[in-house]
């Protein structure tokens, strides 16, 4: 009866530690508590701040030549006597690209309109470039004409899906898409909705309007650049 007694007692303890084993590794897979919150996006380059790694960053990007090819600059080069002026936060700012990840692994830079050649308008329009780092090297994925509105979460270790505002004056309305993350980039999803009042009035698509209109956006903002 003891032996019984005995074998029972450590099957039961090795049942125990394979459970608890088991039980650690999920928590380890599936984080406590997860909450994935959407962002509204408004930048106020006027009360920007910069930290040690988004100066680092935009210097990389200046070794790299990246800012004498932006389309539509103001300037053909940096300006020597305008550099420090030229880039600071007053122009650029950064946001993770990943949710569980860095900046340094890849971040979302949206540049001031007022640096491109089309501030004339009443409307200066931002631009945002996209980059991931592969191989140790800053890869350019993504570039759009607009600005960010909202960053809707997808999961944990998902880029969340951007929501971009595109003026067109072709058509005077301001059309809001949606772009997800799909191998590797952002591509269009569907419009949203538009505003026919410089966007002070959003109409908001149900889904059978997405699915309608979005085609037809979609040439619209091949055919004026907003995604480039």
Excluded at 92 to 108: A, C, E, Q, R, S
Excluded at 122 to 127: E, K
Excluded at 130 to 137: A, H, M, W
Excluded at 139 to 162: C, H, Q, R, W, Y
Aim: aromatic letters at 14%; charged letters at 25%; a negative charge.
């Amino acid at each position: 009866m003891k032996k019984v007694l005995l074998l029972f007692v450590l099957i039961s303890f090795i049942y125990a530690c394979g459970d608890a084993e088991n039980k650690t590794q999920s928590e380890q897979q599936t984080p406590k508590n997860e909450v994935l919150r959407d962002k509204i996006i408004n930048i106020d380059f006027h009360h920007n701040k910069f930290n040690s790694i988004e100066k680092k960053l935009l210097g990389e990007l200046d070794s790299l030549q990246f800012l004498n090819s932006m389309p539509q600059r103001i300037f053909v080069e940096v300006p020597e006597d305008q550099r420090d002026k030229l880039l600071s936060e007053k122009y650029f700012n950064f946001m993770p690209l990943y949710p569980n990840k860095t900046l340094n692994d890849g971040f979302i830079m949206t540049v001031s309109g007022e640096l491109f050649t089309d501030r004339k308008f009443a409307t200066m329009t931002n631009r945002s470039f996209i980059f991931e780092r592969l191989n140790n090297t800053l890869v350019l994925v993504n570039s759009f004409k607009g600005f960010i509105k909202e960053l809707k979460a997808v999961n944990s270790i998902t880029p969340s899906d951007l929501v971009l505002e595109f003026n067109s004056e072709k058509e005077n309305a301001y059309f809001y898409c949606l772009y997800s993350w799909n191998s590797g980039k952002f591509e269009f999803n569907k419009c949203l909705g538009f505003s026919d009042d410089k966007g002070n009035t959003q109409i908001k698509y149900n889904e059978e309007d997405c699915q309608k209109f979005s085609p037809e956006i979609k040439e619209i903002v091949q055919k004026e650049s907003f995604a480039f």
